[in-house]
C-alpha cells in the first residue's frame, strides 16, 4: 500500500529556505505523477509543484517559479521527491501537501495542479514565514 510522509517544514524568516521532502513508499514507477500542494486557511488547496516519474519533467505555479524547485529520486518501491523553496515571501506560509497519482496520460497532458486528479496524499508539513 502507498505511503505518503512528508518532512522538512518549519519557521523561516521571509526570504529564508526551507527543503520539504516526501517520501513515497511502495510505489510502482511506472507513469507515475508526484506533486506537492499547499494549503492556507480559509483558501483552497493549490498544486505548487509536480514531477513526472523519469524527473525529467516538471511543473510550478507561476507564484513560486524560480523560486522553488522539485526533484525525485527513484529506488526500487521508494521515492523521494524534494521541494527547495527560496526566497520565501509571507504569502507563502501554509500546510504543504505531498500527493501521488499513477496515470494513463502522458505527462504533458496530465491535470497536475487539479487535486481532484490525486488519490494518495500525505499527512502535510507546516510552513510559516515570519519575522
Known amino acids: 500500500q502507498l505511503q505518503l510522509v512528508e518532512s522538512g517544514g518549519g519557521l523561516v524568516q521571509p526570504g529564508g529556505s526551507l527543503r520539504l521532502s516526501c517520501i513515497a513508499k511502495g510505489f510502482t514507477l511506472d507513469y507515475n505523477v508526484i506533486a506537492w500542494f499547499r494549503q492556507a486557511p480559509g483558501k483552497e488547496r493549490e498544486g505548487v509543484s509536480s514531477i513526472s516519474w523519469s524527473g525529467d519533467s516538471t511543473n510550478y505555479a507561476d507564484s513560486v517559479k524560480g523560486r522553488f524547485t522539485i526533484s525525485r529520486d527513484n529506488a526500487k518501491n521508494t521515492v523521494a521527491v524534494y521541494l527547495q523553496m527560496n526566497s520565501l515571501k509571507p504569502e507563502d506560509p501554509a500546510v504543504y501537501y505531498c500527493?501521488?497519482?499513477?496515470?494513463?496520460?502522458?505527462?504533458?497532458?496530465?491535470?497536475?495542479?487539479?487535486?481532484?486528479?490525486?488519490?494518495?496524499w500525505g499527512q502535510g508539513t507546516q510552513v510559516t514565514v515570519s519575522s
Open positions: 500527493a501521488a497519482q499513477t496515470i494513463q496520460v502522458p505527462y504533458r497532458d496530465y491535470g497536475w495542479a487539479s487535486s481532484y486528479e490525486y488519490g494518495y
